[in-house]
């Protein structure tokens, strides 16, 4: 029994396959290393595989039928929202392709359980300050879209030939479990301050005029650790039988400001955070916070690490890897 995990040596994967390590599970890791690092997977076999390319459902295949594969977390995809923009096309080849693949594996290697790594981007700008699962879903962007046609893919294949999947939906995702394992990338908004930091310059802020108590945006923030709990949580939903609910949103339920988010950086790391106050960035919602009250209840899960204990362990690795700040 063997659990496949693309993208594996991505950020969230590499959580995700460490913690199903250190439960027993067996693993087997399938990532093209564009963002990833093989250094991160521990002990797990490593399979370099482009999924979006032709070869990629044969060879999906054999690795499921040499392992025994019996669930794969699906993690590979592009995730910038802004290039999605830029190259549309491209996109959708990438992450609905490569979905598509994987399913033609998973089918012909009858292997019928999967969790799809999905995003908040799939609800777009709802006019909400807390979104519930059964809101209407309406990406506003490429990456947004396909994340939300690769849900609608997985249903068709439930209902075409028994594939039992969850999807879950992250929102603002930081932090890190292991010090090792920190946010390689600079993309999201604790990386973007700490490499602003590192570098001698100030976090910068987009807009400080909208209706929220500092005029800052508010976001709710998931520690990686708990996120990788969450895929846990589903492994084990997909092998009850009754499985009222696909979709799930992982998130605290509590927002904090960008500014919240920068002073918390300040208070953990000693460093001056002073900001730079631009102009508002175009499609930023003034606040989107999940309900998480679905995967709370039908899970059993729930997030154990506020924001305090996510900046602390995303400032520890940042520490720990090749950019250290002195302070």
């Known amino acids: 029994m063997t659990i496949l995990v693309?993208?594996?040596?991505?950020?969230?994967?590499?959580?995700?396959?460490?913690?199903?390590?250190?439960?027993?599970?067996?693993?087997?890791?399938?990532?093209?290393?564009?963002?990833?690092?093989?250094d991160r997977v521990g002990e797990a076999p490593l399979v370099e595989c482009d999924l979006a390319a032709p070869e990629a459902p044969e060879l999906l295949e054999r690795v499921m039928r040499e392992h025994s594969v019996t669930a794969v977390v699906?993690?590979?995809?592009?995730?910038?929202?802004?290039?999605?923009?830029?190259?549309?096309?491209?996109?959708?080849?990438?992450?609905v392709g490569g979905l598509t693949n994987l399913l033609t594996a998973m089918e012909v290697a009858k292997v019928d359980r999967l969790v799809f790594s999905s995003s908040a981007a799939a609800y777009g700008m709802p006019a909400v300050s807390l979104v519930e699962e059964k809101l209407?879903?309406?990406?506003?962007n490429p990456y947004g879209e396909t994340k939300l046609i690769c849900e609608w893919l997985a249903r068709a294949a439930a209902r075409a030939w028994g594939l039992r999947f969850v999807a879950l939906r992250y929102f603002n995702v930081a932090g890190a479990g292991w010090p090792d394992?920190?946010?390689?990338?600079?993309?999201?908004?604790?990386?973007m301050v700490l490499d602003r930091l590192e570098r001698g310059e100030r976090p910068k802020i987009f807009g400080d005029d909208y209706p929220t108590p500092d005029g800052t945006c508010i976001r709710d923030y998931i520690h990686v650790r708990d996120l990788a709990d969450a895929h846990v949580a589903s492994l084990q939903y997909l092998e009850s039988a009754e499985r009222e609910h696909d979709v799930f949103n992982v998130g605290t339920g509590t927002g904090a400001s960008v500014r919240e988010v920068i002073d918390q950086i300040g208070?953990?790391?000693?460093?001056?955070?002073?900001?730079?106050?631009?102009?508002?960035?175009?499609g930023d919602p003034p606040q989107l916070v999940a309900s998480p009250e679905r995967i709370n209840t039908v899970l059993g899960w729930q997030a154990e690490r506020d924001l305090p204990v996510i900046i602390a362990s995303a400032w520890e690795a940042w520490q720990a890897g090749p950019r250290r700040i002195d302070v």
Not at 79 to 89: I, L, N, T
Not at 136 to 140: M, Q, T
Not at 181 to 191: E, I, M, S
């Open 181 to 191: 394992l920190g946010d390689p990338a600079v993309l999201n908004l604790v990386p």
């Open 267 to 282: 208070a953990v790391s000693g460093l001056d955070v002073t900001a730079d106050v631009l102009p508002r960035r175009a």
């Open 136 to 140: 209407h879903a309406e990406p506003i």
């Open 6 to 38: 693309t993208g594996g040596a991505g950020y969230i994967g590499a959580h995700v396959v460490r913690l199903l390590q250190e439960s027993g599970e067996r693993v087997v890791v399938v990532d093209d290393l564009s963002t990833g690092r093989a």
């Open 74 to 95: 699906h993690f590979a995809a592009r995730k910038q929202v802004g290039e999605s923009v830029e190259k549309p096309a491209w996109y959708y080849q990438q992450n």
